[in-house]
């Protein structure tokens, strides 16, 4: 079993930023490859924001490339996304996600997610 526990988020003015970060309760070296995110607006499907590898092989969602930054720590099992230029359109719950693929990691089916949070952008 892995727990992930997401950090960060809360109210910014479009424009602004905000950082995310994610630790995962046990080591992903030999369980799970691949951590990321993935935000969902109540009533919407899922949408795949970024993801990154071990060997930091990163893939980002078309609507936040050139503003968000994934980044990871292997030796600290953590995840961090920094997110820039945020617009009303970011506004959703993010979840830390992780899993052996990549793509189950952007389509928000992971083997494991975190609880997640909130984060609103005001126009």
């Known amino acids: 079993q892995v727990e992930l526990v997401e950090t960060g988020g809360g109210s910014v003015q479009a424009g602004g930023s905000l950082r995310l970060s994610c630790g995962a309760s046990?080591?992903?070296?030999?369980?799970?490859?691949?951590m990321g995110w993935f935000r969902q607006v109540p009533g919407k499907d899922p949408e795949g924001v970024a993801v990154?590898?071990?060997?930091?092989?990163?893939r980002y969602g078309d609507s936040v490339k050139g503003r968000f930054t994934i980044s990871n720590d292997n030796d600290k099992n953590t995840v961090d996304l920094q997110m820039d230029s945020l617009k009303p359109e970011d506004s959703a719950v993010y979840y830390c996600?992780?899993?052996?693929?990549?793509?189950?990691?952007?389509?928000?089916?992971?083997?494991?997610r975190g609880q997640g949070t909130q984060v609103t952008v005001s126009s």
């Open positions: 990154i590898g071990r060997n930091r092989w990163t």
């Open positions: 046990r080591s992903t070296r030999t369980l799970y490859y691949y």
């Open positions: 996600a992780a899993d052996p693929k990549f793509s189950p990691v952007l389509n928000g089916t992971p083997a494991y």
